[in-house]
């Protein structure tokens, strides 16, 4: 099954807010509200960021928001920071298995 | 504290073998599914496999179905990746991740890096 769609790269300045996009189908994406995402700085394992399409873990900042509509969904980095750029990648339950996106780098200018 | 701890990873011929080990601590292991997930160098994430707390579900991605197979140890709070007929293609960084309701993953591990070269 092909991955999740993801823009490859995006950037913004700081202070700035951003959003990537993650397009699947109605069998993915648009089916279930299992869409994650995660967060990964070079040669570190990846970080979940936000669960259930909009749901932030303990300990990650507000700054990080997610939604969804119909198949794509989004997450919205607000008060772009040094630190945040980083790659990014979403996921979703599919029947049986889970699916990643090709993943977006985050350039903070 | 929460923390997964890979092993076994290293360098192995195409169509060889290898184990990979994931411990787990500061959590109560048999109660939450777990899954592999691996990183080609330069690529993105890949999901590999799946099990729930107690084995009964087992799942594996397309790419590596009849070739790999996952277990787990709950007694030892522990976590395999038995890998065999390995290709060059299945060269990647391979984590161990904590699953939750919904299938995402709370804790990663920092993987171990499984190599396939002649």
């Known amino acids: 099954q092909s991955a999740l769609t993801q823009p490859a790269s995006v950037s913004g300045s700081p202070g700035q807010s951003i959003t990537i996009s993650c397009t699947g189908t109605?069998?993915?994406?648009?089916?279930?509200?299992?869409v994650s995402w995660y967060q990964q700085h070079p040669g570190k394992a990846p970080r979940l960021m936000i669960y259930?399409?909009?749901n932030r873990p303990s300990g990650v900042s507000n700054r990080f928001s997610g939604s969804k509509s119909g198949n794509t969904a989004s997450l919205t980095i607000s008060g772009l920071q040094a630190e945040d750029e980083a790659d990014y990648y979403c996921?979703?339950?599919?029947?049986?298995?889970?699916?990643f996106g090709g993943g977006t780098k985050l350039t903070v200018l | 504290e929460v923390q997964l701890v890979e092993s076994g990873g290293g360098l192995v011929q195409p169509g060889g073998s290898l184990r990979l080990s994931c411990e787990a601590s500061?959590?109560?292991?048999?109660?939450?599914?777990m899954n592999w997930v691996r990183q080609a160098p330069g690529k993105g994430l890949e999901w590999v496999s799946y099990?729930?707390?107690?084995?009964?579900?087992?799942r594996y991605a397309d790419s590596v179905k009849g070739r790999f197979t996952i277990s787990r140890d709950n007694a030892k709070n522990s976590l395999y990746l038995q890998m065999n007929s390995l290709r060059v293609e299945d060269t990647a960084v391979y984590y161990c991740?904590?699953?939750?309701?919904?299938?995402?993953?709370?804790?990663w591990g920092k993987g171990t890096t499984v190599t396939v070269s002649s």
């Open positions: 259930d399409v909009s």
């Open positions: 991740t904590r699953g939750r309701p919904g299938w995402y993953m709370d804790v």
């Open positions: 099990s729930s707390s107690a084995s009964d579900s087992l």
């Open positions: 500061g959590f109560t292991f048999s109660t939450y599914s």
């Open positions: 996921s979703s339950y599919t029947t049986t298995r889970a699916l």
């Open positions: 109605s069998s993915d994406v648009g089916y279930y509200n299992s």
